[in-house]
């Protein structure tokens, strides 16, 4: 670790504000993964020659690459320096040194086959206090609390026999935005259809009906004095905590410096926790009163408090179940609407998607035991999911022990 620099905070340091800690973005490609290791050892420097060495990115002396990485899009960058450094390569941002694996061999041997090495993640300061310290199925680290939440996310959410359970939900939901899709187009047949608009409602809808059992039009927060609007609880439990979670304190790339204030943006993201789990702490007293009357809804709330009412306190609780909503209601979202704007842009794609859903349904709507039969279908989502990947960039981790990924050798962080 670097010795503190005696230089002022007020030139460089806070234009770092602004950059991108390894956070989820919106486009990109798969197989790009980011790691943290505190060194990596070539092939050379043990003795063993068929180890490769790891390229390293110029960058400048005590920043390293980080003026590179001023986008808040950082794969754009990465996918550039692949084409450069090849699919691994080392950069340094501030006091850390970095390992970006950037193809999809190598982020699946990552994730797969070296996953107990590096399992550790790193979070940067915005993410720790909006993930309430990794207590969270996505952000855990790989520990006895993980495979507890992940088996009960499995087991009251995610499994085939709870996706069974909630398939009234999902149908309810593409009745709906059909029928509103027909409508606009009835109503306004010259204007544009702002999807975004009726799937996004319609998706957090659903992402609380399977969560909470219903979904709302109000709701009295107590600990706010107000009652919010069903627009005003999605902003604070999906919109404000995607905005939040790409803010980073500069102070992360740089520990020996976190000394210096950063109130604005320590403020901001309190206020953010600090609403959101107050809007949670409602939403589950409400269900809890629902319980206490006798009445028994399925969906993850109740799973939760019979099930992991000896394991979990009331804050994981709410944790959990807010992680199952933000979710639900963004990564569906970009990926649908990007699927949609590629079928817009490519009509003989959209023609063959058409024939294949008239030949299978016919004058049927789409059903969920239609899926198999559509081959041309699923490989739309696939390549959708290729091109325009929700989270082409995953939250850094550590290397906790010794490990070798794309014949490199890791040393872990310690």
Partial sequence: ???????????????????????????GRPGLSVFLFNKFISGQKKGN????????????????????LKEKKPHKTFLRWAEIYGPIYSIQTGASTVIVL?????????????????????????????????CMVATSDYDDFHKMVKRYILTGLLGAGAQRRHRGHRDTLVENVSSQLLD?????????????????????????????????ESLHVDELQATLSRQEVFNVLVLDPMDGAIDVDWRDFFPYLRWIPNKGLEMKIEQMHFRRQSVMNALIQEQKKRIASGEEINCYIDFLLSEGKTTLTEKQIGMLVWETI????????????????????????????????QNVCGAEKIKEEHLPQLPYLNAVFHETIRKYSPAPV????????DTQIGGILYSSWK
């Fill in 184 to 216: 606009r187009i009835k109503t306004h047949p010259q204007q544009a259809v702002d999807f975004r608009e009726i799937f996004e409602s319609e998706l957090f809808g659903l992402s609380m009906k399977e969560a909470l059992g219903k979904d709302m």
């Fill in 1 to 27: 670790m670097q010795k503190a620099m005696d230089v002022a905070a007020t030139s460089i340091l806070p234009a770092f504000q602004a950059m991108p800690y390894a956070t989820p973005c919106r486009r």
């Fill in 49 to 68: 020659s068929k180890l490769l060495p790891v390229p390293v990115v110029p960058g400048w002396p005590v920043i390293g690459n980080l003026l590179q």
């Fill in 394 to 401: 995953i939250p850094l981790r550590y290397a906790h022990e």
């Fill in 102 to 134: 950037n193809s999809t061999e190598v982020a699946k041997e990552a994730m797969v086959t070296r996953y107990s090495s590096i399992s550790t993640r790193k979070l940067s300061k915005a993410l720790k206090i909006l993930t309430d310290n990794k």
């Fill in 326 to 357: 933000i979710e639900a209601s963004d990564t569906t979202m970009v990926t649908t609407e990007w699927a949609m704007y590629e079928l817009a842009k490519n009509p003989k794609c959209q023609d063959r998607l058409y024939h294949e859903i």
